[in-house]
């Protein structure tokens, strides 16, 4: 072998030594940066699961909130109901007292006269019925004619109680 031969295979050697490097270089750069990433990658996993826990609990928060919400308003309409039934029944019941006093005679009914010289059209009170109220006259009415103004009065106040019920759920539901 001749001594360019030589170099020139020392030549070689030395590019082949110096690519190995080169490569041996390159994989270390690899697993460094393949390390860096995969941490940086953990981080940002860990960085996105505090964000989804945080809207996680903030989701249940509200919901418990609405939950409780609406089960105070169910509490709420309930009792409002209780109350409403309680009124309806004790109405009910004193209008049902009262035709009972009517039908027994126990207590009449009787309107103010309105007395108008200029007509010349007085009812006459039944005797001994009418009394004097400030100089006014009263005039008993008849016991069926007072029934049907009791119950006119019933679903009045039936009507009215009702009313009171539906404005309360209406408050409470909009709350």
């Known amino acids: 072998m001749t001594s360019v031969q030589k170099l020139a295979g020392l ?65 709420q309409l309930a009792l409002q109901d209780r109350q409403h039934t309680k009124e309806l029944s004790d109405a009910q019941r004193n209008q049902a007292r009262l035709r009972d006093r009517l039908a027994t005679a126990d207590v009449r009914l009787s309107v103010l006269l309105a007395e108008d010289p200029a007509s010349g059209c007085n009812v006459p009170a039944a005797s001994g019925a009418s009394r004097v109220v400030h100089a006014t006259r009263r005039v008993q009415l008849d016991p069926a004619h007072a029934q049907r103004i009791i119950a006119i009065t019933d679903d009045g106040d039936n009507a009215i109680i009702a009313l009171r019920a539906c404005q309360a759920y209406v408050r409470a539901i909009a709350r």
Not at 34 to 44: D, H, M, R, T
Not at 51 to 56: K, N, R
């Open 11 to 75: 030549v070689v050697l030395i590019l082949l030594l110096m690519a190995g490097a080169a490569g041996v270089a390159w994989q270390i750069q690899d697993w460094r940066m393949g390390k860096k990433l995969s941490e940086q990658l953990s981080a940002q996993n860990a960085a996105h699961q505090g964000q989804l826990d945080t809207i996680t609990s903030e989701a249940w928060r509200q919901q418990k909130a609405e939950q409780d919400k609406r089960l105070a308003t169910e509490q």
